[in-house]
């Protein structure tokens, strides 16, 4: 998992991926990878996940993939065959945990409470997704968790866009934030990789300097 974390640190954005054709993360791969955002989280929102993971993989090799949703044991088995190299769950399931623990695969599992937070410290797991951000607190809200668990280290996904991701990434324990506004289902569905592109790129340059 270090590994993974001081990577994403570096990047500081992670795109979540809703995707219907799997076809369609080849160009979408290349508009994020050539415009600095050499990294994907891919749901399991929609049944073209794990083919999608795998052509991406395949692919552009130079990225970092993930698999996002993640919900269950047969969710887990599915994305590590295809190749994701780190899971991603949007609450706190221990069998989830458990199972990613078993074959070896880093797992950010969601938490937006302090019990959440426990139980994931309980089974060694310090990284965590916190969702849905804006929802749950925000900026507020982390800080105030952060303070009776200051060896946290947290992905805020959720409600994160142009306008407040820079506050979220002042936060030191902040490794990195989701988001989907420049992966929008509807800009993948009219393939719009250019615009992709610009969006990517925008943003990118707006973390840039943190």
């Known amino acids: 998992m270090q590994k993974i974390m001081i990577r994403l640190r570096q990047i500081k954005i992670v795109p979540v991926i809703a995707i219907e054709e799997a076809r369609d993360i080849i160009p979408l791969g290349h508009a994020l990878a050539d415009n600095g955002l050499p990294v994907a ?20 090799p130079d990225m970092l993939i993930g698999a996002g949703t993640v919900l269950h ?73 952060l303070a009776p668990y200051p060896q946290l280290q ?22 990195a934030c989701g988001g989907s506004w420049m992966v929008s289902p509807q800009l993948i569905r009219d393939k719009e990789w250019k615009k992709i592109g610009e969006l990517v790129r925008e943003a990118v340059e707006l973390v840039g300097l943190l």
């Not at 088995?77 to 070896?104: D, H, L, M, W, Y």
């Not at 916190?130 to 900026?139: C, K, L, T």
């Open 41 to 60: 989280e891919i749901t399991f929102r929609t049944e073209s996940a794990a083919e999608a993971i795998s052509l991406l993989k395949a692919e552009r």
């Open 73 to 145: 044991r047969e969710h887990v088995r599915q994305a590590k065959i295809a190749g994701a190299e780190f899971i991603v769950s949007p609450g706190f399931n221990p069998n989830t945990v458990q199972a990613c623990q078993q074959i070896g695969i880093p797992i950010i599992p969601g938490v937006n409470n302090a019990s959440t937070i426990e139980q994931a410290l309980e089974l060694g797991i310090d990284f965590v997704k916190f969702f849905p951000a804006e929802p749950s607190g925000g900026i507020a809200m982390i800080k105030a968790l």
């Open 154 to 175: 947290v992905m805020p996904t959720g409600g994160i866009s142009v306008k407040n991701i820079r506050d979220y990434l002042a936060i030191p324990q902040i490794v």
